[in-house]
């Protein structure tokens, strides 16, 4: 009997009660708003239907169920799709029938034997749930599947993982993996396209919490299975992690979670594999996740469509889990692999560097690191000084070159909005020599300003970037610097202003060189990527001496109560600002500002409100013109100090 709640506990489990903080989630935003997910009604019952596993494109769907039928408890059905010649025709499901082998269309009959003659099935009177099949040139080779113990098979007291496998037009007999299960519950099984990894879940010691996500590899010559491995703490939490699912290409891990900051109970994760390990997790969002269960994802292996199993609140649920289908999201389309091919030069002689070059390679919270390959003549003459590495479209990648005697070069390969024609691509990176110094030859004058407007912007900050360190520049009252220069000397400035995007802009001394004048772009829109950190960098503005919100700040507004409610939990503080300009009696000046910085925090809450934001969640404060983001007198200068912020509040 306990292990009969023990599967009901994994089959549907509620939120934990812990509370620890975890990191950050992040959400992805679908773009296709109108996407449908659609009840498999003839293939879902009163009871629970899990598991869905699509074959073939989608001729069939495999799944779990606990409907009654020839077997006791959990057990294996299937359904052909009359329509499965064309993948954008609604699929038309036959009557769900129990798992056999070979899968055939069928017409289902109350008294149909499955244990018929030359019929093969995994099915008994013990659960049976979760399969995963190996498919090779159109024909089923090997199956794993969750089950229990019982006089029909091997095992150890808890859930356990087995196999069968299809050899000489035959099926062996259900096999216990003795090198992956323990004397914990080791469940819900995946096995890789090529039938060299399995992926699945155990709450064995060694783990970050309840339930963790496991891998092994195969050997293919031996049949043998290496020692489980945790997939870590960027997959795994102190919380449950379940239903693993690996895109065909091994690009793509997903799987489901109920980590705190979700949108439901079990949500549905992503994570995207960068050549070196898997990403940081991503929320897959709605509507694909629900404010209750979302499990065990499946994608067609024709890559047009999904299958999730859900006890979503819906005005077509049929039982608790039942099976939905929708259309392959772009989140979850595979990358395409590329290999970049890079050829150092001397920026100088533009031929390849002598010296041996280190690359590094920046993506997300992973970085690789690697050395260039020189080739040398039998003269001992450099011919060539490349790399090469495997990268993937629709990221951006930081490249960091550095080699003996030469000037670091920092560049970023796009290959999200930039795809090549070609597998490989070739690209040139030239390296600066770097030269014995000159002595200061004269001060250089230069300015701040914005870019539209013209405007001063004596708020901002300067830095000269050489050789082996950063020399920030003062910044004079009127937006005005001046750089130290040497003869002909090629130098980096970056500058950056509050609420203006940052600019990094190279420059050679010579006699034509005068002056600098640096422009600066506003930042329009801040939070488009949805993460809470930059509702933190938004600044709501407004005109001099008005409460007014402007239909331009009306935009970010939006975005945030976007973002505010992905995080459902986070209260914020709307800090109201003013400018240090001068306005009525000097005496009474603060306690007019105060009024004003208040009112305008007050009519961001209120729209905050209007777009959907809980006023529970609200704290209004203002600070009149007490902190300012450029300390300045006059209403043009000090402009971008008439602002509304946002802060966390406990």
């Given at each position: 009997m306990q292990?009969?709640?023990?599967i009901?506990?994994i ?5 934990s ?8 989630i992040?959400?992805y935003?679908n773009?296709?708003?109108?996407t449908?997910?659609i009840?498999?009604?003839?293939i ?6 899990y ?12 799944f ?6 020839f ?24 009557d769900?029938?129990p798992l056999?082998?070979p899968?055939e269309p069928?017409?289902?009959t109350?008294?149909m ?7 093969f099935t ?9 399969p995963s ?12 599947f969750?089950?229990?113990a ?12 087995y ?10 007999d259900i096999?216990?993996?003795?090198e992956?299960?323990?004397n ?10 090529d039938?060299?990894?399995l992926?699945?879940v ?8 309840g ?11 031996t ?10 703490p960027t997959i795994?939490?102190?919380y449950?992690?379940i ?5 065909k ?19 549905i ?29 499946k994608?067609?292996?024709n ?5 999730i199993a ?11 889990y ?12 595979e ?6 091919l890079?050829?150092i ?28 390959d ?15 590495v ?7 990648y930081?490249?960091k ?8 070069l920092?560049?970023?390969i796009?290959y ?14 030239y390296?600066?020599?770097?030269q014995i110094?000159?002595p200061?030859?004269r ?7 914005d870019?539209?407007?013209?405007l ?13 360190e950063?020399l920030?520049l003062?910044i ?16 980096t ?6 609420g ?12 034509d060189l ?21 509702v ?13 919100i402007?239909?331009e700040e009306?935009?970010?507004?939006q975005?945030?109560a976007?973002?505010?409610k ?5 209260k914020?503080e ?5 400018d240090l ?6 005496a ?9 910085s208040i009112e ?6 209120e729209k ?10 609200l ?13 300045v007198p006059?209403?043009i ?6 602002r509304v ?6």
């Open positions: 292990k009969f709640k023990l009901f506990f089959l549907f489990p509620v939120l009660l812990k509370t620890q903080n975890i990191s950050t992040y959400y935003s773009t296709l708003r109108d449908q997910i009840n498999q009604n003839r879902n019952s009163q009871w629970d239907e598991a869905p596993t699509p074959l073939f494109g989608e001729k069939y769907l495999v779990q169920s606990q409907r009654p039928g077997y006791e408890e959990h057990s294996l059905w299937y359904s052909f799709n009359k329509n499965y010649k064309d993948p954008l025709l609604k699929p038309l499901w036959s769900p029938v056999f082998l899968l069928h017409k289902p109350k008294t034997n499955v244990l018929k003659q030359n019929v995994i099915n008994s009177h013990s659960f049976t749930g979760h099949f190996l498919v090779h040139d159109g024909i089923i080779k090997e199956i794993y969750t089950s229990v019982s006089n029909e098979k091997n095992g150890y007291e808890n859930l356990n993982i196999y069968v496998q299809f050899k000489n037009e035959r099926w062996s096999q216990h993996l003795d992956i299960n323990s914990f519950d080791d469940l819900m099984p995946f096995i890789s396209t039938g060299k990894k992926y699945f155990s709450n064995r010691p060694g783990g970050y919490g339930f963790d996500i496991w891998y092994t590899e195969r050997d293919l010559k049949n043998r299975w290496t020692k489980p491995v945790n997939l870590g795994n939490t102190e449950d992690e239903t693993p699912f690996l895109t290409n091994h690009q793509k891990l997903i799987f489901s979670s109920n980590r705190p900051y979700g949108i439901g109970q079990f949500d994760y992503v994570s995207n594999f960068n050549g070196l390990g898997f990403d940081m997790p991503i929320n897959l969002g709605k509507p694909f996740n629900s404010e209750q269960n979302d499990e065990s994802l994608i067609s292996d890559n047009l469509w999904t299958y859900s006890d979503r609140i819906v005005i077509d649920r049929k039982g608790g039942d099976i939905y289908r929708f259309s392959l999201p772009q989140e979850l389309i990358f395409t692999k590329i290999i970049l890079g050829k030069l001397d920026a100088k002689t533009k031929l390849p560097v002598g010296v041996e070059a280190t690359i590094q390679i920046d993506f997300g919270i992973q970085t690789l690191v690697l050395k260039s020189r080739r040398f003549s039998n003269d001992k003459k450099t011919i060539e000084n490349n790399f090469k495997e990268l993937y479209t629709g990221r951006i930081r490249l070159i550095s080699a003996p005697g030469y000037y670091p920092e560049t970023l796009d999200k909005t930039s795809i090549p024609k070609k597998e490989e691509d070739i690209k040139i990176f390296l600066e020599p770097i110094l000159e200061i030859e001060m250089i004058p230069g300015i701040v300003v870019e539209e407007t013209n001063l912007l004596p708020g901002s900050k300067v830095i000269k970037i050489q050789e082996n950063i920030e003062k004079g009252e009127n937006a005005q610097f001046s750089v130290p220069v040497r003869k002909k000397e090629l130098f400035l970056q500058a950056s202003s509050p203006y995007e940052s600019k990094t802009l190279t420059f050679k001394e010579s006699e005068k002056e600098i004048v640096i422009k600066l772009k506003k930042i329009k829109e801040p939070c488009l990527e949805k993460v809470i950190e930059c933190w960098n938004t600044k709501i503005l407004f005109d001099l001496d008005s409460a007014e402007k239909p009306e935009k970010k507004l975005l945030v976007e973002i505010l992905l995080y459902p939990n986070v914020i709307i800090q109201g600002h003013t300009s001068y306005r009525g009696p000097k009474k000046s603060y306690e007019y500002n105060l009024q004003l305008r925090a007050k009519n961001v809450k905050l409100k209007q777009l959907g934001i809980s006023e529970d969640r704290i209004v404060k203002g600070y009149s013109f007490t902190k300012p983001i450029i300390p006059d209403a200068r000090g402009a971008i100090n008439r912020e946002f802060k966390e509040f406990e």
